[in-house]
């Protein structure tokens, strides 16, 4: 009951918007479940070779500036911030140093069959981006903007040591572990003892 009596104290304020008092109270990650393919899709991460470093804007393909921008909704106008300030080394984006070991890629079926096995099983997970982030290295905290606003994000592998927090909460990941993250919360992720890849796909506004 306190629970629901919080909440609805929520709606009858008179000066706050409701949904932004539930969003606040609920809106920070959902469980969806667990994908046993990890382990085959960790060993096509491993064989790739064609990653490109997040410092190096001027060669992301469109499909990856795409997919990446639109992660959690945004329309393109907002590469510009990205390439300017997330992905920048001066900026005050996701990177610590210049030393920063972070990398990308969006898999192609030639490449990453078991990526694309899980989308044709999962529909609904769609535009895909791999990410690679070498090992003790750090993502800094950020956010996708003021928006609400989420997306998929699947545990390829979990370093030993590795943490990823949302909002101050520690997101529980174990491999294959399938997450809705809503990301206008601040994220930031500490790696362990290995190279971590992470499956991001598509969400949107709430």
């Known amino acids: 009951m306190q629970l629901v009596d919080m909440v609805l104290g929520f709606l009858m304020h008179p000066h706050l918007d409701n949904l932004t008092c539930l969003l606040e109270i609920n809106m920070k990650i959902e469980y969806l479940g667990n994908t046993e393919l990890h382990e085959a899709i960790l060993e096509e991460c491993k064989d790739f070779d064609g990653w490109t470093h997040t410092f190096d804007t001027e060669v992301f393909t469109e499909e990856l500036k795409y997919n990446l921008t639109t992660l959690s909704g945004s329309e393109m106008d907002r590469w510009e911030f990205l390439k300017e300030v997330q992905f920048s080394r001066e900026g005050a984006g996701i990177a610590p140093d210049e030393d920063f070991d972070y990398w990308w890629t969006v898999p192609q079926e030639e490449d990453f069959p078991i990526v694309y096995k899980f989308m044709e099983e999962n529909s609904q997970y769609k535009d895909p981006v791999l990410s ?23 545990s390829i592998n979990e370093p030993e040591g590795s943490m990823f927090t949302i909002a101050d909460e520690i997101v529980p990941y174990n491999p294959g572990d399938i997450y809705k993250l809503y990301v206008h919360n601040n994220h930031e992720v500490v790696n362990g003892n290995d190279t971590r890849y992470h499956l991001l796909f598509k969400g949107g506004r709430v």
């Open 132 to 154: 690679k982030l070498g090992a003790g290295h750090k993502l800094q905290s950020h956010n996708h903007g003021p928006d609400p606003q989420y997306l998929y994000n699947v």
